[in-house]
């Protein structure tokens, strides 16, 4: 070949990637489809092998347009020819896999109430168990220890299906959290509570082994605190998922302050998709890049999209046989996050927190934002006094109700409804599961305290006898200040002398001033006295004296020296 005809073949070969978008505009249909994506299929393979296949590519553009202008369509016949042109490349086509997960991503309450929630998921459910009759290798993929307290609740007979297909290894359970929850504002004892609520909760209802569940699966998540792979990693977690919140690499090491690590897929294709051919022209140069054969995608429109479609089986099935195309089938998350383990040694290591998107979330709807960690840190106070009511009383701890409590202080730490990036049906929700909290709180709080004040020996203080036929303080005080988070404290003292017992729900030794209430005291406010348990007088100061009149009681709130 002369040097004029050298350069005029490597002008072609130069050229053909504006063609075959030329030809992308002009035609349409099935067969149009089908070549078209195979072609530039083909470009990226002959990219990542220095162009050795760019003559090939040339000749079957050629053949393409040629016959494109001579019919005017693309059909069956003339898709064939070209795919003939390129069958030599399939080989190195089918070198990669395209492993696609069915996902329905199901957000808690995000523009909509529970009821609507609920309605999701069911009908998301109950479509892909009618598809997997259908297709016999379709799998599909949902997280979320919620979507199947939903299903126990709501429609048990449905989670006999599931547990089937879960049993056959089509349906997998990619949740290790309650919800896929916000990352940032949540303290260290929620994080640590979705995992052993999660894990606890889905082992016994799914008939799962805890080990099973290893995968943090967090798509839409604002941003990602940098003790995540700590505490993951201590919970048995080896995976994460996420799409927001980074820009780096696609698969890493996420690495703690404390070098622990978990193994991250970024997803470079997002989620909550429709299949089309575009997916598999990631595969070979992903697949270069990080070592690997093949490349995750996630599909399938969640919320009120229902799930994958019909369509996209098809799609996925038929796009498995076009030669010059990955191979193409169902998987999970687990069979590819175990790929990935296979070369861990060689992936980069990213260290601190991945933030933010959606920055205004974290400053918005504070009635939110408060609820959570009033309900974190009051949850906290009735555990620890319920677990010392045991200790010293043997008394029954309230498990299920402190159970019960902490799911819903959970839940609402979906990434929608803590940031505040929901509607008012979000929010009212929301709220009115926090009164549940409080509610479980107050009363464990209040049972844990009197059941330890019962066993407190007050003889010894020797209290004068008094006439208390007609004392109004019993019972005064009830509900008072619940508003403000304070522990329910109804009188339980008649007369002028009162007994008050005062705890320490923390580890430490204390110090300091304490407001109490006496409800109903008729005596002489010059001549009030506060003394501890060994007679000693307590400093003191009246803030208010029967100034107040509350549901026909009345009250002295003191300011004392505990």
């Not at 996902?103 to 309605?119: C, F, K, L, P, R």
């Not at 598999?280 to 999209?305: I, N, Q, T, W």
């Not at 049972?447 to 303080?473: C, G």
Request: aromatic share 12%; proline share 3%; with cysteine.
């Amino acid at each position: 070949m002369t040097d004029k005809n050298m350069m005029i073949a490597n002008g072609g070969n130069m050229n053909y990637i504006s063609r075959i978008i030329d030809l992308k505009k002009k035609i349409s249909g099935y067969w149009a489809e089908r070549i078209i994506a195979q072609l530039e299929y083909s470009v990226k393979l002959s990219k990542i092998n220095e162009g050795s296949f760019d003559s090939i590519i040339t000749e079957a553009v050629s053949v393409l347009e040629n016959g494109f202008t001579t019919s005017g369509a693309v059909s069956r016949e003339l898709a064939i020819k070209v795919e003939l042109k390129i069958a030599d490349l399939s080989q190195y086509a089918k070198k990669y896999s395209l492993l696609n997960v069915a996902h329905a991503h199901i957000d808690m309450n995000w523009m909509w109430d529970y009821s609507e929630t609920v309605a999701i998921t069911l009908g998301t459910f109950r479509t892909m168990l009618d598809l997997m009759v259908e297709y016999p290798d379709f799998t599909f993929s949902q997280s979320q220890a919620s979507v199947y307290k939903i299903v126990e609740e709501y429609a048990p007979k449905m989670l006999d299906e599931i547990k089937q297909r879960i049993h056959e290894g089509r349906w997998e359970v990619s949740a290790s959290t309650w919800v896929e929850a916000d990352k940032n504002m949540p303290n260290g004892e929620s994080h640590t509570r979705h995992i052993f609520y999660t894990k606890r909760y889905l082992t016994d209802l799914l008939d799962l082994s805890p080990d099973e569940l290893q995968l943090d699966f967090e798509p839409d998540t604002f941003g990602h605190n940098t003790n995540i792979p700590e505490i993951l990693s201590k919970s048995g977690i080896k995976y994460y998922y996420h799409c927001r919140g980074y820009d780096g690499h696609n698969i890493y090491k996420w690495e703690s302050p404390s070098g622990r690590s978990i193994i991250v897929f970024r997803d470079p294709m997002w989620y909550n998709l429709n299949i089309d051919a575009e997916a598999a022209l990631y595969v070979p140069e992903f697949c270069e890049k990080y070592g690997m054969d093949s490349v995750m995608k996630v599909y399938g429109v969640g919320d009120h999209g229902g799930g994958p479609t019909r369509r996209d089986i098809e799609r996925l099935i038929d796009m498995n046989s076009w030669p010059v195309f990955p191979n193409i089938r169902f998987s999970t998350y687990t069979e590819y996050f175990k790929k990935i383990e296979k070369i861990k040694e060689t992936l980069p290591v990213v260290k601190g927190e991945l933030n933010f998107v959606f920055t205004g979330c974290y400053t918005t709807h504070s009635r939110i934002k408060m609820s959570n960690r009033i309900g974190e840190a009051k949850l906290d106070e009735a555990e620890s006094i319920s677990s010392l009511a045991g200790i010293f009383t043997n008394s029954t701890y309230p498990l299920k109700n402190y159970e019960k409590a902490w799911r819903k202080i959970l839940f609402n730490q979906f990434h929608d409804i803590l940031p505040g990036s929901g509607t008012i049906d979000t929010r009212e929700y929301a709220m009115g599961e926090f009164q549940k909290v409080m509610a479980h709180v107050n009363t464990g709080i209040s049972d844990a305290m009197n059941t330890i004040s019962s066993r407190i020996d007050t003889q010894s203080l020797s209290l004068p006898d008094e006439d208390i036929s007609s004392s109004r303080s019993e019972g005064g005080g009830v509900g008072f200040e619940i508003g403000k988070f304070n522990v329910p404290h109804p009188e339980r003292g008649v007369g002028l002398n009162r007994i008050i017992n005062i705890f320490n729900p923390t580890q430490f030794e204390r110090k300091e001033t304490t407001e109490i209430l006496i409800w109903d005291w008729e005596g002489d406010k010059s001549r009030i006295n506060v003394k501890n348990s060994a007679g000693q007088s307590v400093g003191h100061q009246i803030l208010e004296f029967n100034v107040v009149d509350f549901w026909a009681h009345t009250y002295i709130r003191l300011l004392i020296d505990a």
